[in-house]
């Protein structure tokens, strides 16, 4: 079983930026099955065994969680119809449109590996807003971890310029409160994706990002049983 890609599927997805048309796509579909697809299925069932052990909740098929190469156009000026990285999701079972997840994409240039939650809802946002008043200590803590410091990028989470409407202005974590996003991420070169270790390059990452999406998810959770009543 794979669990890292080849030069040539990366080499594919650079080329595959210069020539995002369905008769290139058509000629060089094997080499996208073989080297990207495959190699791809056989990563996420990897993952999963190692997040059945830290973040069971999150296990998912692979034909599931990897996402598709196929953009979607409709409102989109970029009529362009794939996308030029492959990538994968791991939410929560049971709320895949609106938990906390982990996310793995790699293309031609780089390797991405995040966790959280990158575009909350207005609804959403004022719920995890609504535990870290009660829970700031312990936020501030799981951001302090440096596991999480040490293995990703520095984030500020596109902050509000003033605090949110219906939120103290002293609150001794309105510098959290402001935040519109909760994502983390780590950036590395697309040659991580070719070794021998890049399985457990991934899997390191995510175990360090568990805590604060088990974090995140208590209050999406939360409003997700309050919308099925």
Same mark, same amino acid.
Request: proline share 8%.
């Given at each position: 079983?794979?669990?890292?890609?080849?030069?040539?599927?990366? @080499?594919?997805?650079?080329?595959?930026?210069?020539?995002?048309?369905?008769?290139?796509?058509?000629?060089?579909? !094997?080499?996208?099955?073989?080297?990207?697809?495959?190699?791809?299925?056989?990563?996420?069932?990897?993952?999963?065994?190692?997040?059945? /052990?830290?973040?069971?909740?999150?296990?998912?098929?692979?034909?599931?969680?990897?996402?598709?190469?196929?953009?979607?156009? *409709?409102?989109?000026? +970029?009529?362009?119809?794939?996308?030029?990285?492959?990538?994968?999701?791991?939410?929560?079972?049971?709320?895949?449109?609106?938990?906390?997840?982990?996310?793995?994409?790699?293309?031609?240039?780089?390797?991405?590996? $995040?966790?959280?939650?990158?575009?909350?809802? !207005?609804? @959403?946002?004022? $719920?995890? *807003?609504?535990?870290?008043?009660?829970?700031? /200590?312990?936020?501030?803590?799981?951001?302090?971890?440096?596991?999480?410091?040490?293995?990703?990028?520095?984030?500020?989470?596109?902050?509000?310029?003033?605090?949110?409407?219906?939120?103290?202005?002293?609150?001794?974590?309105?510098?959290?409160?402001? *935040?519109? @996003?909760?994502?983390?991420? $780590?950036?590395?070169?697309?040659?991580?994706?070719?070794?021998?270790?890049?399985?457990?390059?991934?899997?390191?990452?995510?175990?360090?990002?568990?805590?604060?999406? +088990?974090?995140?998810?208590?209050?999406? $959770?939360?409003?997700?049983?309050? *919308?099925?009543?």
């Amino acid at each position: 079983m794979t669990t890292h890609f080849s030069g040539e599927a990366l @080499q594919f997805l650079r080329e595959l930026e210069g020539h995002n048309d369905r008769g290139w796509f058509d000629d060089h579909k !094997p080499v996208y099955l073989s080297e990207v697809r495959e190699p791809m299925l056989d990563l996420i069932d990897r993952v999963n065994e190692s997040l059945a /052990g830290f973040a069971p909740g999150h296990v998912r098929p692979p034909q599931k969680a990897m996402m598709r190469i196929y953009r979607d156009v *409709r409102f989109s000026k +970029d009529k362009s119809p794939y996308k030029t990285n492959v990538a994968a999701s791991w939410p929560l079972a049971g709320s895949e449109k609106t938990g906390a997840s982990y996310f793995l994409s790699v293309s031609g240039h780089e390797v991405l590996i $995040a966790g959280g939650c990158y575009a909350p809802s !207005p609804e @959403q946002l004022t $719920a995890i *807003r609504d535990h870290i008043v009660a829970h700031h /200590g312990e936020l501030r803590a799981l951001l302090a971890d440096p596991r999480l410091t040490g293995m990703f990028d520095p984030a500020d989470g596109n902050p509000l310029v003033r605090p949110p409407r219906g939120y103290p202005v002293d609150h001794p974590a309105v510098d959290l409160l402001r *935040r519109r @996003q909760w994502a983390t991420f $780590a950036t590395l070169p697309a040659s991580v994706a070719e070794t021998d270790a890049f399985l457990t390059l991934v899997t390191e990452r995510f175990e360090a990002l568990t805590p604060l999406i +088990d974090f995140l998810n208590v209050p999406l $959770a939360t409003l997700r049983l309050e *919308r099925r009543r």
